[in-house]
């Protein structure tokens, strides 16, 4: 028994315990959090079983995320934009999206105001959704062109037809790097700024090829940290830190 968990399909990979254990010993919190795998289709039960249980929020991971919406009888406005929640809180089914706000948080202080987006997933919509906002243009650019159009046409941004890292801030929400895989860019377009960003943990063929050209790069694990502080404040109401949090994911 738990106070706190992450769903999803996988989850044994996941570092969001160690993170969330590490928040809340830096307070002296009583809390535990763990990893709960839980198959397709099954979210809904999962969720009823675990408010049952007592725990008090759950973060909710691929596949999962719509499914979670589905669930939630309170969804915020963002979560529902976006179509997608990664944070519940079980005993009043309330769910919010804190990807979006999260990925903010660590592009906040970068110069210009052009991004160039590889990628249209589920991830991709979080961003779409509150970067406009933010006053970046965005260019999306995806292996299947369809999926990059639907996302533009809703949320405002343009369509590339090739990638490209002609802009301040590209960011990779492709799968691509989990398997190794390249994108096909040519690095000689990127500026002198540049900031080459990748949702991916660790080192990827894309953050590689950026920092060989001296590139400043940003890995998965900054938005690993802030949606998950952000998760931690919005059901705890109190400041964890964010230091403890990457110390303990590295
Ligand atoms: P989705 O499955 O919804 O989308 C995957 C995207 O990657 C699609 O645009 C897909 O293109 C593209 N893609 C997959 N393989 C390739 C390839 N070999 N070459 C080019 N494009 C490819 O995934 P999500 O949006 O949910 O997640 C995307 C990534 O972000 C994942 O790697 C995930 O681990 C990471 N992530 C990290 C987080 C963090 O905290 N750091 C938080 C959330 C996600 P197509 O449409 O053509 O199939």
């Known amino acids: 028994m738990a106070d706190f968990a992450v769903i999803g399909d996988p989850v044994g990979h996941s570092r969001s315990p160690r993170m969330h254990q590490a928040a809340y010993d830096a307070l002296k919190l009583p809390y535990r959090y763990v990893a709960v795998h ?3 289709g099954s979210v809904g039960k999962a969720l009823d079983r675990l408010a049952a249980l ?3 929020g759950v973060n909710v991971t691929v596949p999962h995320k719509e499914e979670a919406l589905a ?3 309170q969804a915020d406005e963002l979560s529902r934009r976006i179509g997608a929640a990664n944070t519940l809180r079980l005993a009043t089914k309330e769910a919010t999206n804190t990807d979006a706000g999260g990925f903010l948080d660590t592009i906040q202080g ?5 991004a160039t987006m590889l990628g249209a997933g589920g991830t991709a919509r979080a961003l ?3 970067l406009p906002g933010a006053g970046y243009q965005v260019r999306v650019w995806n292996r299947t062109r369809e999926r990059a159009m639907a996302l533009a046409d809703e949320f405002g941004l343009s369509v590339l037809e090739e990638p490209t890292v002609d802009a301040d801030l590209v960011v990779n929400t492709t799968s ?3 398997h190794g ?5 040519d690095w000689s377009e990127a500026r002198n700024g540049t900031v080459a960003y990748d949702l991916v943990y660790g080192e990827t063929p894309f953050l590689t090829e950026a920092a060989a050209r001296g590139l400043r790069t940003i890995d998965g694990q900054s938005l690993l940290v802030a949606q998950g502080a952000r998760s931690f404040e919005w059901w705890l109401g109190l400041t964890p830190s964010r230091e403890a949090m990457a110390e ?3």
């Open 38 to 40: 839980v198959g397709r």
């Open 54 to 56: 007592g725990y008090r």
């Open 71 to 73: 669930w939630a009888a």
């Open 110 to 114: 970068l110069a210009g105001r052009e």
């Open 128 to 130: 779409a959704a509150v």
């Open 176 to 178: 691509a790097g989990l």
């Open 181 to 185: 895989d390249r994108l096909p860019l």
């Open 248 to 250: 303990a994911i590295r």
